[in-house]
């Protein structure tokens, strides 16, 4: 199995920049397609960006797709979130989570098919 651990998370003002990191441990986080997500308070957890085990798919919510690049670093055994121009309404915590897929180049939108979850990171937007 393996375990993720967030961090990165902050507060930041609108129009900043933010880099979350998901470290693997356990097993090689190259096993594994992987995801971002987010819960505001109040509101369902919803989805942000995934990327493939090849790291040569990625896809993005509406709502992020320019402003949020996601990566990974195979050899550092980690999975980034780059967040730029933030906005309040991105406020949330924000949850890594890996799903052990073994096709090459699927990535995954639905929380529901991913096995494993990290703890979270808070990110607070001030306007």
């Known amino acids: 199995q393996v375990q993720l651990v967030e961090s990165g998370g902050g507060l930041v003002q609108a129009g900043g920049s933010l880099r979350l990191s998901c470290a693997a441990s356990?097993?090689?986080?190259?096993?594994?397609?992987m995801g971002w997500f987010r819960q505001a308070p109040g509101k369902e957890r919803e989805f942000v960006a995934a990327i493939s085990r090849s790291g040569g798919s990625t896809y993005y919510t509406d709502f992020v797709k320019g402003r949020f690049t996601i990566s990974r670093d195979n050899a550092k055994n980690t999975v980034y979130l780059q967040m730029n121009s933030l906005k309040p309404e991105d406020t949330a915590v924000y949850y890594c989570?890996?799903?052990?897929?073994?096709?090459?180049?699927?990535?995954?939108?639905?929380?529901?098919?991913?096995?494993?979850w990290g703890q979270g990171t808070q990110v607070t937007v001030s306007s």
């Open positions: 356990g097993r090689t986080v190259s096993s594994y397609a």
């Open positions: 989570a890996a799903d052990p897929t073994t096709r090459q180049y699927s990535v995954f939108t639905t929380s529901y098919e991913y096995d494993y």
